[in-house]
């Protein structure tokens, strides 16, 4: 074993867009703006070591102690991205510890806390070495994840986030995200998330391959523009609090998300039967309970369904009785909005 020279340990947690990031251009800038709950518990906890330089491969991964060489492409392209900025990395080995807090193949996508992790680990390293403290060390490891996969710009802040330079949207920017701090209703600061697992196998197309499908897309601009006015609309229901507007934008987000794919060419369907019959569910209850409840969707078969705080308890009786058969081995996941990155004590 090398011995090691600095190390870093963060663990960063996932997000869910309101307004979807889809398509992208350059060097991982987004086509639209975007903006995202941050999550609590679905987190990725990271230990960054520095080695000497010395034989095999530059970067080794270790996912709960097993070694994973196929995740070695995307972080060294990541490494590749950042070094004119970390001038260290080409001087220097790699080992990676990483662990997921949620379970192994949920369907649940881990670059976006995954990469946010590794973005902070490597900011923090950069100030141990050189002993020079960043600016703005979140905003520089947000830019930083962001070029390690786009959605990952934004777990690095907590509460909302947003990505994607926009009028209505101070400090707005492509290359990092920014947290919303003012005018958000204190409904929406524990609002609730509880991620029903319909799907735990790896998706059958990418992002990457969905983002660039955008490229020649029939519907991309009418889409980007619809998705400015969103966000702009959505900043307004952020503020007020209007769950009936919230229910309606992004509901329309998730499913434009998932119209976009079946109307690109190739086209693809990444929603499986019981994606819509939760669906049908959720619309089912809300229309009899009148509760306060939506959904909304990733790329992915698994329904985020998105509550405030005062109903939790209900909803999640509801949930296990008739929600849970329809998800694989029953699974789901409860979690909430959070509070962002932490450091990690070694
Ligand atoms: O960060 P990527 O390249 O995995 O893209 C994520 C895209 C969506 O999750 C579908 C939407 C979003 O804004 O997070």
């Not at 190390?7 to 060097?27: E, H, M």
């Not at 690095?156 to 926009?166: E, S, T």
């Not at 109903?311 to 699974?331: H, P, Q, R, V």
Request: hydrophobic share 40%; glycine share 6%.
């Amino acid at each position: 074993m090398s011995e090691i020279l600095f190390s870093s340990a963060w663990q960063s947690p996932s997000n869910i867009a309101l307004v979807k990031y889809w398509g992208k251009y350059g060097v991982q800038l987004p086509s639209n703006a975007s903006i995202s709950f941050t999550l609590s518990e679905c987190r990725t906890e990271t230990t960054l070591e520095v080695l000497p330089l010395g034989q095999g491969p530059k970067v080794e991964i270790l996912l709960d102690g097993e070694s994973k060489p196929d995740f070695a492409p995307k972080i060294e392209k990541l490494l590749e991205r950042v070094k004119s900025d970390l001038t260290w990395i080409d001087d220097h080995h790699f080992r990676i510890h990483t662990h997921n807090t949620f379970p192994h193949s949920s369907g649940i996508a881990s670059s976006a806390s995954g990469m946010s992790a590794l973005a902070l680990c490597l900011c923090d390293l950069h100030e141990q070495m050189e002993g020079e403290k960043f600016n703005n060390f979140f905003r520089r490891a947000s830019r930083y994840s962001r070029l390690g996969s786009g959605s990952a710009a934004r777990s690095v802040f907590g509460g909302l986030a947003y990505w994607g330079k926009h009028e209505n949207y101070a400090d707005s920017s492509q290359e990092y995200a920014v947290p919303l701090k003012e005018g958000v209703h204190p409904i929406f600061q524990d609002f609730c998330d509880t991620i029903l697992l319909v799907h735990r196998g790896s998706k059958d197309v990418s992002s990457t391959v969905g983002h660039d499908l955008m490229n020649n897309h029939p519907f991309a601009q009418q889409r980007f523009e619809l998705a400015g006015k969103n966000m702009a609309v959505l900043k307004n229901i952020l503020a007020s609090g209007d769950l009936e507007a919230f229910t309606q934008l992004v509901e329309s987000e998730a499913l434009m998300l998932h119209g976009l794919m079946m109307s690109s060419l190739p086209y693809f369907i990444l929603m499986k039967p019981n994606t819509l019959a939760i669906i049908e569910k959720i619309w089912e209850y809300r229309k009899q309970n009148g509760a306060p409840m939506l959904f909304t969707l990733d790329a992915g078969a698994n329904v985020h369904l998105l509550y405030p705080a005062s109903i939790k308890e209900a909803t999640e009786k509801w949930i296990a009785a008739e929600l849970s058969g329809y998800c694989e081995n029953n699974s789901y996941i409860c979690d909430h909005v959070g509070n962002g990155p932490s450091r990690l004590t070694k």
